[in-house]
């Protein structure tokens, strides 16, 4: 890849526009699974392209690979804002999860030829982004994160990985590896989208007909479920255990709010739950089922996480 101007293009304001906006979908797939959040992700890629035009154009020119100097400028910039998030979320309001990527696809949809939601289609969705793995992603430091997600995901060489971590390439194949491990011990087995569908599906229709028992049912026994309000909007206990503790719970809360439409919706690929009231999505669950029951509910409440959902929302 290269950002030197094609012969006979010469009238054209800037020849390599097109090659380096078309680094912007990886660069946000890159961004988002380091962050865990859509918003810091565009953030981080916007900033990256003010850098790269802020350069003069023989500085450009001196680039033999935009796409790789963008990438290693994103990935830095996300090894600086991992590093002051763990700051930042000890004063955050009640528990954090990532941000899940907006997607209105039902389950048993095809989506249309062209029809692009934006930006969750940029995001390819595959088992890197599934809320499980997301946050398995948040016990790592931030050195193992970026060297683990830039090798194992984007299969970035530690040559490359070690000039943006700081380290030597062997610190960063021995920090991929530690986090390799950690991620497998705490990953339960892979189960595929159709399975989770029944459960959930099951789930569902066990909430909407506020049935405790076919809830508990439904549920692990040690089952865990985290909501994430950001403290802005109201809320019980952010962080429930038990099977009992949860159905009792979410048969309450359909008591209390009985207008509320619980709606099939992928999320984060996985099959999950959005929650809508009066039209408005005030909730988006994403879940994990191991052995036929579902073991984490993770419920993202905060407004501010949910904005790329609500776009576009109809009347």
Same mark, same amino acid.
């Given at each position: 890849?290269?950002?030197?101007?094609? &012969?006979?293009?010469? %009238?054209?304001?800037?020849? #390599?526009?097109?090659?380096?906006?078309?680094?912007?979908?990886?660069?946000?797939?890159?961004?988002?699974?380091?962050? !865990?959040?859509? +918003?810091?992700? *565009?953030?981080?890629?916007?900033?990256?392209?003010?850098?790269?035009?802020?350069?003069?154009?023989?500085?450009?020119?001196?680039?033999?690979?935009?796409? #790789?100097?963008?990438?290693?400028?994103? #990935?830095?910039?996300?090894?600086?804002?991992?590093? #002051? @998030?763990?700051?930042?979320? %000890?004063?955050?309001? =009640? %528990?954090?999860?990532?941000?899940?990527?907006?997607?209105?696809?039902?389950?048993?949809?095809?989506?249309?030829?062209?029809?692009?939601?934006?930006? /969750?289609?940029?995001?390819?969705?595959?088992?890197?982004?599934?809320?499980?793995?997301?946050?398995?992603? %948040?016990?790592?430091?931030?050195?193992?994160? $970026?060297?683990?997600?830039?090798?194992?995901?984007?299969?970035?060489?530690?040559?490359?990985?070690?000039?943006?971590?700081?380290? +030597?390439?062997? @610190?960063?194949?021995?920090?991929?590896?530690? /986090?390799?491990?950690?991620?497998?011990?705490?990953?339960?087995?892979?189960?595929?989208?159709?399975?989770?569908? $029944?459960?959930?599906?099951?789930?569902? &229709?066990?909430? *909407?007909?506020?049935?405790?028992?076919?809830?508990?049912?439904?549920?692990?026994?040690?089952?865990?479920? $985290?909501?994430?309000?950001? !403290?802005? $909007?109201?809320?019980?206990?952010?962080?429930?255990? !038990?099977?009992?503790?949860? @159905?009792? =719970?979410?048969?309450?809360?359909?008591?209390?709010?009985?207008?509320?439409?619980?709606? *099939?919706?992928?999320?984060?690929?996985?099959?999950?739950?959005?929650?809508?009231?009066?039209?408005?999505?005030?909730?988006?669950?994403?879940? *994990?089922?191991?052995?036929?029951?579902?073991?984490?509910?993770?419920?993202?409440?905060?407004?501010?996480?949910?904005?790329?959902?609500?776009?576009?929302?109809?009347?």
């Amino acid at each position: 890849m290269t950002s030197r101007s094609p &012969q006979g293009h010469e %009238e054209q304001l800037d020849p #390599s526009l097109d090659t380096i906006m078309g680094e912007r979908r990886r660069l946000i797939n890159l961004a988002y699974r380091l962050l !865990g959040s859509v +918003t810091d992700a *565009e953030d981080v890629v916007q900033e990256a392209y003010v850098r790269w035009y802020a350069m003069t154009p023989s500085q450009q020119r001196a680039i033999n690979s935009p796409g #790789s100097w963008l990438a290693k400028v994103a #990935s830095r910039i996300c090894l600086d804002l991992l590093g #002051s @998030a763990r700051a930042r979320r %000890e004063t955050y309001v =009640g %528990e954090w999860v990532p941000e899940p990527v907006p997607d209105r696809t039902e389950w048993t949809a095809v989506r249309p030829a062209g029809a692009e939601p934006d930006p /969750a289609e940029r995001i390819t969705l595959d088992e890197s982004v599934t809320m499980a793995f997301l946050v398995v992603l %948040e016990s790592l430091t931030p050195a193992e994160r $970026v060297s683990f997600i830039l090798h194992d995901v984007f299969r970035y060489p530690f040559n490359d990985i070690a000039d943006i971590v700081g380290r +030597t390439p062997a @610190a960063c194949r021995q920090l991929a590896t530690s /986090a390799r491990r950690r991620i497998r011990d705490a990953q339960a087995p892979h189960r595929p989208s159709s399975r989770q569908a $029944v459960i959930v599906r099951d789930f569902r &229709q066990a909430w *909407e007909a506020k049935d405790v028992d076919a809830l508990i049912n439904l549920l692990d026994p040690g089952a865990l479920s $985290v909501a994430d309000t950001g !403290g802005l $909007v109201e809320a019980g206990a952010r962080s429930v255990e !038990g099977a009992a503790a949860i @159905a009792h =719970g979410l048969v309450a809360l359909r008591s209390r709010i009985p207008d509320l439409a619980i709606l *099939e919706r992928m999320v984060n690929g996985r099959p999950g739950l959005v929650i809508q009231r009066d039209g408005v999505i005030v909730s988006v669950m994403a879940l *994990e089922a191991d052995d036929d029951r579902i073991t984490r509910i993770w419920a993202m409440r905060n407004p501010e996480k949910l904005r790329h959902w609500r776009a576009g929302e109809e009347d």
